[in-house]
């Protein structure tokens, strides 16, 4: 015995709840039901961006937005033409919800609260007459004729229309392979590297303008790098974890990294700083004054791995130690073994292969009526609210076809 519905939803999260919205609100006669196979929904949303919710990034152009997609680049072109991030920011604000933009560019509700967001989708849910049920883990998806039917944990459902948006669900992947869609095996994209030194040695919480670059490769990203207690994070390790999802993974995340702290500025440049410091600078400790704006701690600390005493004058410093200390300042080498995940905000490479996705209607080329939103197809971007904003582009523009 199967349920009718019109439209089913697999996922309550961010995708399948706008996605719902969107529907209900362009054809209000569907019954639409979202299959949660947890016993909440929106968590994803709860937790990111601190418990802020990261919603979107101020990035209105759609061929400079695509940039932090490291899969999907191309494809994203075209959808966000139709839905980007300044109707995302319209979306909520009709909502009454406004948004507010950072100096880095993400955009947070003004409450600084991801239960403004998970308190709107709720209410509009309520509103259009959706129905969610909890604790529905789908089992099985088959397809006859032209009705679609899904068996959960629960009761089955018999539907015109499906959408997928359960972002990175291996069992689910399991059951589209069997419908024969291609899934790119998944890794890890957003996570942070562990590495033991003592130059880095508690210094946990300091954070650096730095170029970076992954050595035998062309990974290299730059921006503020912060110093945890296993190791550095921050974006400019994000971007790089990101971009390099596959082949960081195929070194088993063992690997050395090449970071500049004075951002920019080449060795040679350093090292004539350094020497005119030196000259003005004479009968000054080493220790206590430094030429360059980074974090007295990590000054510290490259003067001791570069053997300056610290009882030593700017006058005694040797041609060796101001080598040595140029050298760590712009080109310190550190060993990577492992990673961790970026807070609790796991987001992976891989899914349903862009190559079988219609990106004008988001339905599955394979399959008429099947539908893809948010992680589940083979998207990832860099932190900073691109991840969501593909989820609200994939979601509206699935929703539009859905609708009717």
């Not at 929904?41 to 932090?68: D, M, Q, W, Y």
């Not at 069992?171 to 130059?199: C, G, Y």
């Not at 060796?320 to 807070?343: I, R, Y």
């Amino acid at each position: 015995m199967y349920i009718k519905k019109d439209v089913v939803i697999v996922g309550g999260g961010a995708a399948g709840f706008f996605a719902a919205i969107q529907i209900a609100e362009q054809n209000p006669d569907l019954d639409i039901v979202i299959l949660e196979r947890g016993k909440e929904v929106l968590t994803k949303v709860k937790i990111s961006g601190g418990g802020r919710c990261n919603v979107t990034h101020a990035e209105f152009i759609p061929s400079e937005l695509v940039k932090n997609y490291p899969r999907g680049e191309k494809e994203l072109l075209g959808p966000f033409h139709s839905f980007c991030s300044g109707d995302t920011i319209e979306f909520f604000e009709q909502r009454g919800i406004a948004l507010k933009i950072e100096e880095d560019g993400r955009m947070f509700p003004v409450s600084d609260s991801s239960q403004t967001i998970i308190d709107c989708f709720l209410s509009e849910v309520k509103r259009l007459g959706i129905q969610i049920l909890k604790n529905h883990s789908v089992k099985e998806i088959s397809k006859q004729e032209n009705e679609w039917y899904l068996q959960t944990n629960q009761e089955g459902f018999q539907a015109k229309k499906v959408l997928i948006a359960t972002g990175s669900n291996p069992k689910i992947w399991k059951m589209l392979e069997t419908l024969e869609h291609k899934i790119i095996a998944p890794v890890p994209s957003l996570f942070t590297f562990n590495i033991k030194d003592n130059r880095i040695k508690g210094l946990a919480g300091i954070a650096e303008e730095v170029s970076i670059k992954v050595l035998d490769t062309k990974l290299e990203s730059e921006g503020p790098l912060l110093i945890t207690h296993w190791g550095m994070s921050g974006p400019a390790i994000l971007k790089l974890s990101a971009w390099g999802a596959r082949e960081l993974n195929s070194h088993n995340y063992q690997f050395k990294i090449k970071v500049n702290w004075l951002f920019k500025t080449t060795i040679e440049e350093a090292e004539k700083e350094l020497k005119v410091f030196r000259t003005e600078n004479p009968k000054k400790l080493i220790v206590n004054t430094k030429p360059f704006s980074i974090s007295k701690r990590l000054w510290l600390n490259f003067v001791e791995v570069s053997t300056i005493s610290e009882k030593l004058r700017w006058a005694d410093l040797s041609k060796k130690q101001l080598s040595q200390l140029a050298t760590q300042l712009t080109e310190s080498v550190f060993q990577v073994n492992g990673k961790s995940t970026f807070k609790e905000e796991f987001v992976t490479a891989g899914g349903v292969d862009l190559k079988e996705i219609n990106f004008k209607t988001f339905e599955s080329k394979k399959h008429e009526n099947l539908y893809f939103a948010g992680e589940v197809i083979n998207i990832d971007a860099i932190t900073g609210g691109f991840n969501f904003q593909n989820a609200w582009t994939g979601a509206f523009i699935a929703a539009k076809a859905m609708a009717y």
